[in-house]
Nanobody, 122 residues
Framework: QVQLVESGGGLVQAGGSLRLSCAASGRTLSMYGMGWFRQAPGKEREFVAA????????SYVDSVKGRFTISRDNAKNTVYLQMNTLKPEDTAVYYC???????????????WGQGTQVTVSS
């Protein structure tokens, strides 16, 4: 079992930055591909970014490319999402997830955190 806890969300003005963290316990994260997803009110959970177990491979949804960066520190059992140039449409609850491989769909992940709210004001 892997327990995931997100932190770093909050309220920020458009154009600002936030850094989300996802800390794991129970097992080493180095065994897992990791993903960040988000869910806005009334919408389905959508893929944001993913990273391979080694950190050597990353992928992003088109809407965040060039603005968000996913990274990981396996020694700290933590995954990060650096979010720059935030837009109001980035407002959502952000979730991290762990699965056997880096993937872009919800069903590929086995473990989920409880989420952290990100609100971007215009």
């Amino acid at each position: 079992q892997v327990q995931l806890v997100e932190s770093g969300g909050g309220l920020v003005q458009a154009g600002g930055s936030l850094r989300l963290s996802c800390a794991a316990s129970g097992r080493t994260l180095s065994m897992y591909g990791m993903g960040w997803f988000r869910q806005a009110p009334g919408k389905e959970r959508e893929f944001v970014a993913a990273i391979s177990w080694s950190g050597g491979g990353t992928s992003y949804v088109d809407s965040v490319k060039g603005r968000f960066t996913i990274s990981r520190d396996n020694a700290k059992n933590t995954v990060y999402l650096q979010m720059n140039t935030l837009k109001p449409e980035d407002t959502a609850v952000y979730y991290c997830a762990a699965g056997p491989i880096r993937a872009g769909t919800v069903r590929r992940y086995d473990y989920w955190g409880q989420g952290t709210q990100v609100t971007v004001s215009s």
